[in-house]
């Protein structure tokens, strides 16, 4: 176990050694020799060509990002309409009690409705007594 701890730090000591050889090297070297006219030109014209292609791909992916949240703000907004439309369905509620032959009628927003309880367009408040039976017509259109 010693050996491989060893092994590992000496390939870690010189490596850091190697390294900072080259980049000595690098530093006190001249660069490469003048290069010709036509080969500056072709290189000019190569990093312009990369260039062109970087900018190009760049503008697509603003342009691909841009139509992605164009997309997901109007999906959301439209499936955000068709919940408040759906929460803003006006339900008649008949309830039918025991004393009466005839139920009585009110007219609910589907998001006031509770299971024995709710509130009328008007802002009433009602609560369903246990021998009261609840009628809701319009629910499944």
Do not use: C
């Amino acid at each position: 176990m010693l050996s491989k701890f060893l092994v590992t730090l000496t390939v870690i000591v010189i490596a850091f050694f190697v390294l900072r050889q080259r980049h000595l090297n690098n530093n006190t070297s001249k660069k490469t020799p003048a290069i010709t006219q036509k080969a500056q030109k072709a290189q000019k014209a190569q990093k312009a060509q990369k260039n062109k292609v970087k900018t190009e791909l760049a503008s697509d992916m603003r342009a691909g990002a841009y139509i992605f949240l164009i997309l997901m703000v109007t999906l959301g907004a439209t499936l955000y309409y068709f919940d408040w439309q759906d929460d803003h369905k006006i339900l008649t509620v008949n309830l039918h009690r025991s004393d009466q032959t005839q139920p009585v009628s009110y007219e609910v927003y589907k998001y006031q409705l509770q299971e024995r309880a709710f509130i009328t367009i008007d802002g009433r408040s009602i609560a369903v007594a246990s021998n009261e039976r609840m009628e809701v017509l319009g629910l499944n259109e």
